[in-house]
């Protein structure tokens, strides 16, 4: 598995995952509150781990990192053709500046596949290091584009 | 890409991505109910295409498959351990069932990955019959394991 080269493609392909459609699944709001539940239920286990709350197991640190490098491509397209009527907690800063806010999803994108990466080779300090990358990669966006 | 064995990397790793955490992101319902919306975004156009209610562009539906099997391989994690209290379409059968459970699961999830692989290579034909071939998977654990 090489987290870096599928969220890379995945990356390069999220301009096409906005494509309207018709069906029951099409709220972008909706869209991307589900890949950050997501990515929040895998994210959340990892801190513990890092902080010392939970024992530190590099294979189940290892798979919630993949799952955070797998979902995290997909957040992009949630955010699309917006600002979007509904509630939520993205600013309309979002949109007046785009390509920031792309910088740093992407940034984001990269330091999760690269965590992933590192999580396979179970070097705790490598893997604290590497969360610590990508949770300022989080919070770098949140402080911008997130309201509160 | 490999979306093969991505999937299967992390079918291997879910039974550790169930792992207990007092996080704000740890109701099992939700987290699998947002794969599932993840998923049907992803899916409902690839299905628009295919029944020519969309025109067939095959780099837009190589990058919905590839969103689709990216987020399979998690949605067991979201059934681990229950059944849950909380509004759900789960049946009561799933964790009567697990062995039946899991395997439909791990098809859909081997399914979804094979779709992914054929939609790169952007044969219309063989991109349709693999998607069908998908879809009975998805429908093949509705029909036992979800209310309607």
């Not at 080269?5 to 906005?18: D, G, K």
Request: net charge positive; with cysteine; charged share 25%.
């Amino acid at each position: 598995m090489k987290p870096l080269r599928i969220a890379l493609a995945l990356s390069l392909m999220t301009p096409f995952l906005a494509s309207a459609h018709g069906g029951d699944h099409a709220d972008p709001i909706r869209y991307r509150q589900s890949g950050f539940y997501l990515i929040g239920w895998h994210f959340e286990p990892m801190a513990a781990m890092v902080k010392g709350e939970m024992p530190m197991d590099t294979k189940d640190f290892a798979a919630h990192a993949a799952a955070v490098s797998a979902v995290a491509p997909l957040l992009t397209a949630g955010f699309a053709n917006g600002p979007h009527k509904g509630k939520s907690d993205a600013k309309a800063e979002i949109w007046k500046n785009p390509a920031d806010f792309a910088k740093k999803m992407e940034a984001f994108q990269n330091e999760a596949a690269q965590l992933a990466e590192v999580a396979q080779v179970g070097d705790t300090a490598k893997i604290k290091g590497q969360f610590m990358n990508t949770a300022k990669t989080c919070k770098a966006c949140h402080d911008d584009y997130r309201k509160d």
